[in-house]
């Protein structure tokens, strides 16, 4: 398991975090970037974005290197990083962050409807 600090841009939503020590990340509209020096940087003055520090994931610190040295870029960026951030922050357990498939609702519905 690995902690991160995530900082979710208050503009789009979208959470980014450092994979290891000198990885740049940028949110989707481009308004906050982590740099390499880890210090975050936004397009203007406001500074219209949320840092949670110490969040607990699944991914190991060496998957995160891994990803970063063959820059497979599968992770450092979350879609709902609001939502994920509160929810690591006032959970204790370890979450793993990955996209939901699309079909996983329909399977709900389909097993739902075939245990009656």
């Given at each position: 398991m690995a902690y991160i600090s995530m900082v979710v841009c208050?503009?789009?939503?979208f959470g980014i975090f450092q994979r290891?020590?000198?990885?740049?990340?940028?949110?989707?509209?481009?308004?906050?970037?982590?740099?390499q020096d880890g210090s975050v940087q936004a397009t203007d003055d406001q500074d219209f974005y949320r840092e949670f520090p110490g969040l607990n994931i699944v991914h190991?610190?060496?998957?995160?290197?891994?990803?970063?040295?063959?820059?497979?870029?599968?992770?450092?960026?979350?879609?709902?990083?609001?939502?994920?951030?509160?929810?690591?922050?006032?959970?204790?357990?370890s979450f793993k962050i990955q996209k939901r498939r699309h079909f996983e609702d329909d399977?709900?519905?389909?097993?739902?409807?075939?245990?009656?």
């Open positions: 208050g503009h789009c939503d290891v020590a000198g990885d740049t990340q940028t949110c989707d509209c481009g308004y906050v970037t982590i740099k190991s610190e060496e998957k995160l290197r891994r990803d970063f040295d063959e820059m497979e870029d599968r992770y450092g960026r979350v879609p709902h990083g609001l939502a994920m951030a509160q929810r690591l922050s006032n959970d204790k357990r399977l709900v519905q389909v097993a739902s409807l075939t245990e009656e």
